[in-house]
């Protein structure tokens, strides 16, 4: 089904709504924008509007709702293409912890596209690419620094302070990125990312599992798939304590939840339900050098190096 057939297909309220599940953002997230609007938002902030983008998507004569688009990555494969020299600003989403965001639902379930429907103050954003609105990708080069390099510098201000140590590694946006990048083209399924993290790690990890009939706390889970349901789920947990999970990255925004820790106790419980529910499949998890003979040693290589 295409884009417009799918527009078309849910198109139901009066006001017509892109927003499909709610979920937590990164605490970094991308928006992009031309830049006519730069000053306006540097004065501002992001307001929500129906952007000729939208209007066109969804179909001139439609009563769309305003909304704020985004894409929860700094990951720049991830972001939506308008095919012009944007700018491109970092929404700071610790800072505006009372805004609710939404998967977009005019893309596919795994992509990192969101919406929200609240204004961002100025204070949350932070302008990180001046580009120059062309659609020449000749004159970006020209007029523009170098958009990777330009990239690479903004990821290093962002994660420069921080000290990357087992097991908080794994929060690393960019090793969550090469997990799934090297498990590609298969699916990015739990049991694959659990044994990625066996192999890293070694006998410093367990890999447990549940699955949701014989776990209904897991609301994480069953919220998705109904309290009937026999879905399942896999993790790894470092040293009897710190649980490594880079499968609920994209959606909760972290990889790594403590055991030991009072603070994360309400957010395992939503997640992995009771542990007393959770088995023991360490023995059984597949060798992932066995399962991606061809790409393992690029993630073994990338984690060595980022130590």
Excluded at 81 to 93: E, N, P, R, V
Excluded at 143 to 169: A, H, T
Aim: aromatic share 14%; net charge negative.
């Amino acid at each position: 089904m295409n884009l417009q057939e799918s527009i078309r297909r849910i198109l139901r309220e009066d006001d017509y709504s892109p927003a499909g599940k709610e979920i937590i953002p990164n605490s970094i997230i991308v928006h992009k924008s031309n830049p006519m609007f730069r000053d306006k938002i540097m004065e501002q902030g992001l307001k929500v509007r129906a952007g000729e983008c939208y209007k066109i998507y969804v179909g001139y004569g439609v009563k769309c709702k305003p909304a704020i688009f985004a894409t929860n990555s700094t990951n720049k494969r991830a972001w939506f293409d308008s095919t012009y020299d944007d700018d491109i600003w970092f929404i700071d989403t610790r800072m505006i912890p009372d805004v609710k965001w939404y998967k977009d639902r005019h893309f596919e379930s795994r992509s990192k596209h969101i919406v929200t429907f609240q204004d961002i103050p100025k204070e949350a954003i932070t302008l990180k690419y001046e580009g120059t609105g062309s659609g020449d990708v000749k004159k970006w080069n020209k007029d523009s620094p170098n958009l990777q390099e330009s990239i690479r510098r903004i990821l290093r201000e962002e994660m420069g302070n921080y000290k990357y140590e087992n097991p908080y590694i794994y929060d690393n946006p960019e090793l969550v990125q090469m997990i799934e990048d090297v498990i590609y083209p298969s699916s990015f399924i739990c049991s694959f990312v659990a044994s990625a993290i066996k192999m890293l790690e070694g006998n410093k990890i367990r890999v447990y599992g549940f699955s949701t009939m014989e776990n209904p706390d897991a609301k994480y889970f069953t919220e998705d798939y109904g309290e009937d349901s026999d879905e399942g789920h896999h993790f790894a947990v470092m040293n009897d304590r710190y649980i490594i999970d880079p499968w609920v990255y994209e959606n909760i925004g972290r990889s790594v939840f403590d055991l030991g820790n009072k603070e994360d106790k309400d957010m395992i419980r939503y997640i992995y339900g009771d542990v007393n529910r959770w088995t023991d499949i360490t023995n059984r998890i597949d060798d992932f050098k066995q399962l991606f003979p061809k790409t393992y040693q690029e993630l073994i290589d990338f984690y060595k190096n980022i130590l």
